[in-house]
């Protein structure tokens, strides 16, 4: 049986329409529903199918480089028996997202290589496949990229880029002391994201050190006030993961 090709004209249309999904599996369909006898509504609904994977593909793929996730840090990945204290039950639930849609935060505490950034990014990655858009940051990047806005006039721009978006996970938070305007600029960002949107930070220090990261104490203690406001808080205590691993290269 020869097969006909699809209309050059009809190329012409879904490509000025802009539906480069059926445009790219029109030649295989029209084959599918000639072969196969399909029905036209069946053949319509394949092609509309096409068009939604590839918008849908192409949504998920901005949104992985907008929130700068790699997807290599998942929650599957996790070494839940190296740390056998974490809260399993809670980091299964936090996967689900729930806090991202009741616009919750989550504070993750603890010595460094005890599993922080993996979980936050794991749990990043788990927002970018539920359809939220992600920013994925440290507070030396955020304070830095708000400088730059300032020095180059789109200061609101940046803000409301880290204000608006559902979910936003500061990495390394007091790792560095903040200077002055730096606290201001953390302060602008909590403060127009409390119970707007959720809020990830991980932090080496205890929460009562945290103010100390802050040279306007007072600045820092209304930051600090909102970001405990509704927010999980979880402790990963013990050994670093990353001194395992290197312990164990020198015994091979």
């Not at 790219?24 to 529903?33: F, G, I, K, Y």
């Not at 390394?172 to 119970?195: A, C, N």
């Amino acid at each position: 049986m020869t097969v006909q090709q699809p209309l050059p004209e009809l190329n012409a249309s879904l490509r000025k329409l802009g539906l480069s999904g059926m445009l790219t599996s029109l030649e295989s369909r029209n084959h599918q529903a000639l072969s196969g006898q399909m029905g036209y509504c069946e053949f319509l609904s394949l092609l509309a199918q096409d068009e939604l994977l590839l918008r849908d593909n192409r949504r998920y793929e901005r949104r992985c480089k907008i929130a700068n996730i790699k997807g290599h840090k998942t929650i599957e990945n996790f070494d839940f028996h190296f740390n056998p204290k974490i809260n399993q039950r809670l980091i299964h639930d936090l996967a689900t997202c729930r806090f991202v849609r009741e616009k919750q935060s989550l504070l993750l505490i603890g010595p460094c290589g005890t599993g922080k950034t993996h979980l936050a990014e794991a749990l990043g990655f788990c927002a970018v496949k539920q359809e939220f858009d992600v920013i994925c940051t440290t507070q030396s990047q955020m304070t830095a990229q708000l400088q730059t806005a300032r020095a180059t006039h789109t200061y609101g721009k940046k803000i409301k880029q880290f204000a608006m978006v559902p979910l936003l996970i500061i990495d390394d938070f007091g790792l560095k002391p903040l200077k002055t305007p730096e606290d201001e600029d953390l302060h602008e960002v909590i403060s127009r994201r409390y119970e707007n949107g959720s809020t990830i930070i991980t932090s080496n220090l205890a929460m009562t050190e945290w103010q100390q990261a802050f040279p306007n104490q007072l600045l820092g203690a209304a930051i600090l006030d909102r970001l405990k406001h509704r927010s999980e808080v979880l402790i990963l205590d013990g050994l670093s993961y990353r001194s395992r691993q290197f312990e164990k290269k020198k015994e091979e």
